[in-house]
């Protein structure tokens, strides 16, 4: 089944819920507009090189459409509609003014050279120039794509329309009109839900063992916020394999991530400085580390990380989504049966999406917060959020996914009502 024919497949579940007309309905199932686009690169060595890019915009009831940019090799139109779609209902959740959307190019970036990467990103920027701006469409970072990046959009888009535009898209470098707080925001946000759940479980965090896949960005800023939080966090991994403790002995992941940018990899031992631990942790694959005993499962990698096939090999009690989709509906059915509780991406990594959206009201009113302000801000939003959904569950005696999408649909089909039928 295709990534978003899996979205559909857990909506449609949801929608049973709802009365939502065939109308409303039909419209939450289909993009509102698709781009796709074949255009040419000159290379360094002066080839050209044609790039295939795409850009879905799902929906725009609720507001613009928002939603990242990635570049990799594996992205397809499937996997855009279906991120895109995922940021409609990821906005609604949270409750913030904005649609959805989602763009790609297919490609590795880590086969190109830094004039590369930047000729890229400009070639498309002149293909999306049309459709994006503040009122229209904002794109973000996602996938190998950084601040760095969305300044070029930004310097490309001025260009186009012969004035500086900072709202024409979010997570820009902080010298450009960024927003403080926003390397962290998905993370925190994260970090907010899951201490808000571990209170209806009971959970001490002190004694909560905690394992993150995903070692990027996002698993990062949450397995450090956790750490400082007082959560035991006893595995790390990334996409080359990551690091375990079996006895239950946390590990700081600032320590992790030293070693990662020493050695190009997360080690089998844990080191503080030049002392290194090999006695009391180990190796483990990126696939092993999902089966490693824990409390909570932090999913922070790619898309369909847990399957039919091995969803039943984890042990934590708590799965935190905190990558796109990286829950398929196979998965989610042996995790319920088994009574895992998988806190949904559309609300737990939903922190990186609302701080966006702050980013944008400041470039509009020229006004910029501090990195405490911009949490301050954040944290309501994202209790409200987990608070709604945890009430939906319970009401309706569904999982959180389930919850979460009703609450979305039930936000969106109010809009598209209040906008399209007399």
């Known amino acids: 089944?295709?990534?978003?024919?899996?979205?559909?497949?857990?909506?449609?579940?949801?929608?049973?819920?709802l009365s939502l007309s065939p109308y409303v309905l039909g419209r939450l199932q289909r993009p509102e507009r698709v781009l796709q686009f074949s255009f040419p690169v000159t290379m360094d060595s002066g080839t050209i090189r044609m790039f295939d890019g795409y850009r879905v915009q799902y929906s725009s009831a609720r507001g613009p459409y928002k939603g990242g940019l990635r570049f990799h090799p594996q992205a397809s139109l499937d996997e855009v509609k279906a991120l895109a779609f995922l940021m409609m209902i990821k906005c609604a959740v949270v409750g913030i003014p904005l649609g959805g959307s989602k763009g790609g190019i297919a490609v590795d970036p880590k086969t190109l050279s830094p004039a590369e990467l930047e000729r890229l990103t400009r070639a498309l920027t002149r293909q999306l120039a049309p459709f994006i701006?503040?009122?229209?469409?904002?794109?973000?970072?996602?996938?190998?794509?950084?601040p760095e990046v969305m300044g070029w959009v930004m310097d490309e888009y001025a260009q186009i329309v012969g004035h500086s535009v900072p709202g024409v898209v979010t997570g820009k470098p902080l010298s450009l009109g960024g927003s403080a707080g926003r390397s962290a925001a998905t993370g925190q946000g994260g970090l907010y839900v899951l201490a808000e759940l571990a209170r209806k479980l009971k959970l001490n965090p002190k004694k909560t063992r905690v394992v993150v896949q995903?070692?990027?960005?996002?698993?990062?800023?949450?397995?450090?916020?956790?750490?400082?939080?007082?959560y035991r966090?006893?595995?790390?991994?990334?996409?080359k394999g990551g690091i375990y403790a079996p006895n239950g002995q946390s590990m700081d992941p600032a320590h992790v991530m030293e070693q990662k940018?020493?050695?190009?990899?997360?080690?089998?031992?844990?080191?503080?400085?030049?002392?290194?631990?090999?006695?009391?942790?180990?190796?483990?694959?990126?696939?092993?580390?999902?089966?490693?005993?824990?409390?909570?499962?932090?999913?922070?990698?790619?898309e369909n990380q847990l399957t039919g096939t091995n969803a039943g090999r984890v042990k934590a009690r708590v799965v935190l989504e905190m990558a796109n989709g990286?829950?398929?509906?196979?998965?989610?059915?042996?995790?319920?049966?088994?009574?895992?509780?998988?806190?949904?991406?559309?609300?737990?990594?939903?922190?990186?999406?609302?701080?966006?959206?702050?980013?944008?009201?400041?470039?509009?009113?020229?006004?910029?917060?501090?990195?405490?302000?911009?949490?301050?801000?954040?944290?309501?939003?994202?209790?409200?959020?987990?608070?709604?959904?945890?009430?939906?569950?319970?009401?309706?005696?569904?999982?959180?996914?389930?919850?979460?999408?009703?609450?979305?649909?039930?936000?969106?089909?109010?809009?598209?009502?209040?906008?399209?039928?007399?």
Request: aromatic share 8%.
């Open 261 to 302: 940018r020493a050695r190009g990899l997360i080690a089998g031992c844990y080191c503080v400085g030049s002392v290194c631990d090999c006695k009391n942790y180990r190796a483990l694959s990126n696939k092993q580390i999902l089966a490693a005993p824990a409390d909570v499962l932090v999913l922070a990698a790619l």
């Open 214 to 230: 995903g070692f990027g960005n996002v698993g990062y800023h949450f397995a450090k916020l956790a750490y400082g939080a007082g």
């Open 133 to 146: 701006g503040p009122e229209k469409d904002i794109p973000a970072p996602d996938v190998n794509t950084n």
């Open 326 to 422: 990286p829950v398929t509906p196979e998965a989610d059915v042996k995790l319920a049966k088994r009574g895992v509780i998988v806190v949904p991406d559309v609300l737990s990594n939903a922190g990186g999406v609302t701080v966006s959206y702050f980013e944008l009201v400041q470039n509009l009113q020229q006004y910029y917060w501090t990195e405490n302000e911009v949490l301050q801000k954040l944290k309501p939003i994202m209790v409200q959020a987990f608070a709604k959904v945890w009430q939906r569950a319970q009401e309706l005696k569904v999982n959180l996914r389930t919850a979460a999408l009703v609450v979305a649909a039930e936000r969106l089909a109010q809009a598209i009502e209040a906008r399209e039928r007399s």
């Open 233 to 239: 966090i006893v595995g790390l991994s990334d996409s």
């Open 1 to 17: 089944m295709s990534i978003f024919s899996n979205a559909l497949s857990q909506f449609r579940s949801a929608a049973q819920y």
